[in-house]
């Protein structure tokens, strides 16, 4: 006997029997219960008077014989009710009647019993456990950095305020100054970590609190090292999502294929020059638009590439902290882009001290607000660099969701600040 514990998600009465769908911890189906009548009339009485959303718990064994394919049956006794709902739910959670974007984010936590809700959940949490352990595998140690900063690594517009004391800080943007400290005692460190951007504008693709897996790496020959890391990375991550969660794929419909390293490498510029063949106008200095991201996505499928590297992106499209070629041009920047859509930016960093102040000046930014963050490169720091993977985004291209919203439980965005 197990004791099982959930709530009802359906219920069906024919004729003296109860059939009740149970979503409980252990499976992402619901558990299947048959009541009848004829065998424990006081039992059957109690489970046909319960609602939709009742919380309970049941004693009970896998049945010998499973019929349902909605489920796992078993069969049950000693029903014990704990809480019941105290209107009907504002959402069906048997999955029957879609509920529109706004009202599943609204309420996601109750949604979340329904097999195809947590199935996404599911997954996401899977994700994080393959690439921690393909992290751990490959030497990485975890680490954390602050969410409280006094500078950004992107720069200003996009920094959330807010009052330290006396000081002004902000919220992270991204751990990669931290990281790159690390760097100086870690030769690998990663971090599972929200970015907080205070991006105005409402997209399928942006959240204001987003999660990433972030790497760095130390003793890099070039960015070549680190598009090594990320598309295993990420290579391991699809492949363990395939083979662990089949049952879930199966119920959201996704038919993920094996992925394969290496991934396809192009230059900015050829993707410039790729795009602009297929007469679209695009600017070669700035980064590609969302327009041509989505382009490019399509011109890289029909050549049957899924993955690809963006790379060598120009100085004049970047941050301060990347390192520039000879030509002062372009830069060891690149990005992943996954069915086009961007889902990480990495690259290597520029490590010598006196060519980070200058890169620093640029840009326009001051060397004195990064003074914290350049002491470090007084004492030894090697060639390095890393990248910022977004969880979000790899779900959405990994679950052919169409909007970064439902990838995430609690949504932050420009008109959501509850629940
Ligand atoms: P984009 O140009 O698409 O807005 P970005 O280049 O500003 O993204 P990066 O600074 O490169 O983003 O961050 C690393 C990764 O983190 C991105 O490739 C993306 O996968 C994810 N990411 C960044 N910002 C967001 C956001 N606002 N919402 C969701 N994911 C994000
Ligand atoms: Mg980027």
Redesign the pocket.
């Known amino acids: 006997m197990e004791r099982i514990c959930g709530w009802i998600i359906r219920k069906k009465l024919v004729g003296r029997v109860a059939i009740i769908e149970i979503s409980g911890d252990r499976y992402t189906k619901p558990y299947v219960l048959v009541f009848k009548k004829d065998r424990n009339p006081e039992e059957y009485e109690l489970i046909q008077g319960l609602s939709i959303g009742t919380a309970l718990c049941f004693e009970g064994e896998k049945a010998r014989e499973q019929k349902s394919r909605r489920g796992i049956e078993y069969v049950a006794d000693k029903v014990e009710v704990y809480a019941e709902p105290l209107k009907p739910l504002p959402v069906d959670t048997s999955g029957k009647v879609p509920a529109l974007l706004d009202t599943r984010i609204r309420y996601r936590y109750i949604l979340l019993r329904n097999p195809l809700e947590k199935a996404i959940l599911k997954i996401r949490a899977g994700i994080l456990e393959a690439a921690r352990e393909y992290l751990r595998k490959n030497g990485f140690l975890e680490i954390h950095t602050p969410k409280i900063v006094a500078a950004g690594a992107?720069g200003g517009a996009t920094l959330f305020q807010l009052q330290y004391f006396e000081h002004r800080a902000y919220l992270s943007?991204?751990p990669q100054l931290y990281k790159q400290m690390l760097i100086a005692s870690i030769p690998r460190v990663y971090e599972i970590t929200p970015?907080f951007?205070a991006?105005k504008f409402n997209t399928i693709?942006?959240?204001?609190e987003?999660w990433?897996i972030d790497v760095e790496q130390a003793f890099v020959k070039s960015e070549e090292d680190i598009m090594n890391t990320l598309e295993e990375l990420v290579a391991y991550i699809i492949n363990y999502v395939r083979t662990n969660y089949e049952e879930e794929l199966e119920l959201l419909n996704v038919e993920l294929k094996p992925v394969h390293t290496p991934f396809k490498r192009i230059k900015f510029a050829e993707a410039i020059e790729m795009l602009e063949t297929e007469g679209m106008k695009v600017s070669s200095t700035e980064?590609v638009t969302d327009a041509a991201e989505k382009k490019l996505g399509e011109i890289m499928a029909e050549k049957g590439y899924d993955l690809y590297f963006i790379t060598k992106f120009p100085w004049s499209s970047t941050g301060f902290y990347y390192m520039r070629e000879e030509d002062g041009i372009y830069t060891r920047k690149f990005?992943l882009d996954y069915k086009g859509l961007?889902?990480?930016?990495g690259g290597q960093r520029e490590h010598r001290y006196y060519k980070l102040v200058e890169a620093i000046r640029e840009k326009g930014l001051d060397p004195r607000d990064f003074e914290f963050y350049l002491e470090a490169f007084k004492y030894g720091i090697p060639p390095h660099g890393g990248f910022?993977?977004?969880l979000?985004?790899?779900m959405m291209k990994i679950l052919n969701l169409s909007n970064?919203r439902e990838a995430i439980v609690f949504v932050r965005d420009r008109t959501r600040l509850v629940p």
């Open positions: 992107e943007q991204s970015y951007r991006e693709r942006h959240l204001n987003s990433g980064d990005d961007e889902i990480a930016s910022g993977l977004g979000e985004r790899l970064i």
